[in-house]
């Protein structure tokens, strides 16, 4: 699976937009991103998942680039409890082991 | 709809002692993983189960750690004599039969060894 790379930390203000990038320069073209999060003590929780097309539910939007190196995932408004560590993990779709990196923690600011 | 379950949430052993951590996967899901994550890291793939079959554990350590997903009941993940590194959170994810379905994780069971 191809390794991502994301920002460490970032931090957005309470009601704002929260975009968070994602590099995947290696990516094949049979695999898809994936973006989970997890908040502090939970369990990972699933987001959103797109191959080349951008993807909106409601929970937040992604976009990819059209070379599909890079996405980013964006939060329209964020809130407190969107705080949590977020994971971008490229994998065959059904893949049968998600590879998690560090991921970035975000911290919403009221 | 119930989500996946996972029991104990927490659990104190001590060395040398054994520790089994359960898991029942979503209603109408019938493919199972179990991922570790360590104080501080990142989680890792252990092992996939579906009914009464390993089907993937090249994430699983070589000794003292077995899984399995019998046909009724809930996978279970074993670990005998637990050492001080043992100590983590395990999470357990499913997904439905068809192929190319998202991974839906549990809450985890974080696992203490004193």
């Known amino acids: 699976d191809a390794k991502t790379t994301q920002p460490p930390s970032m931090d957005c203000a309470e009601g704002r937009a929260a975009n968070l990038p994602c590099n995947h320069s290696?990516?094949?073209?049979?695999?898809?991103v994936y973006w989970y999060r997890q908040i502090h003590s939970q369990g990972p929780q699933y987001i959103i998942h797109?191959?080349?097309n951008n993807e909106t539910n409601e929970m937040a939007s992604l976009i990819i680039t059209e070379d599909r190196k890079s996405s980013t995932l964006i939060l329209p408004h964020a809130t407190l409890r969107d705080t949590a560590v977020y994971y971008c993990?490229?994998?065959?779709?059904?893949?049968?082991?998600?590879?998690f990196g560090q991921g970035t923690r975000l911290t919403i600011n009221p | 709809n119930a989500g996946v379950m996972q029991n104990p949430r927490h659990l104190v052993r001590r060395r040398g002692q054994e520790a089994r951590l359960r898991c029942s996967p979503m209603?109408?899901?019938?493919?199972v993983y179990w991922y570790r994550q360590l104080p501080e890291e990142g989680l890792k793939f252990m092992v996939y189960?579906?009914?009464?079959?390993?089907?993937?554990e090249s994430g699983m350590p070589k000794e003292r750690f077995s899984a399995e997903f019998p046909k009724e009941g809930p996978s279970i993940l074993r670990i005998q004599q637990v050492v001080r590194g043992d100590s983590a959170a395990y999470f357990c994810?499913?997904?439905?039969?068809?192929?190319?379905?998202?991974?839906?994780f549990g809450p985890g069971t974080r696992l203490l060894v004193l």
């Open positions: 994810a499913s997904s439905p039969e068809r192929r190319g379905e998202t991974q839906y």
């Open positions: 290696t990516i094949s073209g049979n695999e898809y």
């Open positions: 797109g191959l080349k």
């Open positions: 993990i490229v994998a065959r779709q059904g893949a049968q082991k998600l590879v």
């Open positions: 209603k109408g899901h019938s493919h």
């Open positions: 189960l579906q009914k009464e079959n390993i089907i993937d």
